[in-house]
């Protein structure tokens, strides 16, 4: 079975400052993996996925096999990054359901 | 267009009773995902309905939880005898054919059973 690890529940950083929200899983297949945010009083939704590779508002997370991590990182904070972050897996003919970690409130602060 | 939609937005029941919970997923999409998250819990899976595929329904946690899906559109899942420990924000998604990755939540049932 598949578990996703996020070891932080609260993140106080301020303004400017780089961010890291740590997220670790164990499977012994081919994850896909996912960060999803929460913003106050919004639905969950979907951040960024590693296959794509991309930068969503600033975000990038790069997918480590060998140390199994998939940790979320923005060099410059904004007050506007506020929320729940939520890191995901979903397995190899999983059907796409999703494995969630427990999640990490990011507090940036003026 | 309209976001997955669910009802109630909070229930509040009685230990023993019944409850039924709605989840309206996006017009046109295919997949719908049930998940729970307990009081300092990630979200967990419940149940997963494909198109007219058997629904994959590994993640119930008992025989007192179900989920049906009409039509390939609505679902209800369906608590019977509700327990304490059933208290959670019950969240639905939905995902689109061609981007089965990105799934899209509802804003959730908040269950308080007392």
């Known amino acids: 079975a598949q578990r996703v690890t996020q070891p932080e529940k609260l993140l106080s950083v301020f303004k400017g400052a780089p961010v890291e929200l740590k997220c670790n899983y164990s499977?012994?297949?081919?994850?896909?993996l996912f960060w999803y945010v929460q913003y106050s009083r919004q639905r969950l939704q979907l951040l960024l996925r590693?296959?794509s590779r991309e930068s969503i508002k600033g975000f990038t997370a790069d997918l480590n096999k060998g140390e199994t991590s998939f940790h979320l990182k923005k060099p410059f904070a904004q007050e506007e990054d506020s929320a729940m972050y939520y890191c995901?897996?979903?397995?190899?003919?999983?059907?796409?359901?999703?494995?969630f970690g427990t999640g990490t409130q990011l507090k940036v602060e003026l | 267009g309209a976001g997955v939609s669910q009802s109630p937005s909070n229930k509040v029941t009685e230990k023993g009773k019944d409850v039924e919970l709605r989840c309206d997923p996006i017009?046109?999409?295919?997949?719908l995902y049930w998940y729970r998250q307990s009081l300092g819990q990630g979200l967990e899976f419940l149940i997963y309905?494909?198109?007219?595929?058997?629904?994959?329904k590994s993640g119930l946690p008992s025989d007192r939880f179900s989920a049906e899906r009409t039509g390939g559109s609505v679902s209800t899942l369906t608590i019977q005898r509700t327990q304490q420990e059933d208290s959670a924000v019950y969240l639905c998604?939905?995902?689109?054919?061609?981007?089965?990755?990105?799934?899209?939540f509802g804003p959730g049932t908040r269950l308080t059973v007392t």
């Open positions: 017009s046109g999409h295919t997949a």
């Open positions: 995901a897996l979903s397995a190899a003919g999983g059907g796409n359901k999703l494995t």
């Open positions: 590693h296959i």
């Open positions: 309905f494909q198109g007219n595929s058997a629904p994959d």
């Open positions: 499977y012994s297949g081919s994850p896909e």
């Open positions: 998604a939905s995902t689109s054919r061609g981007t089965e990755y990105e799934q899209y």
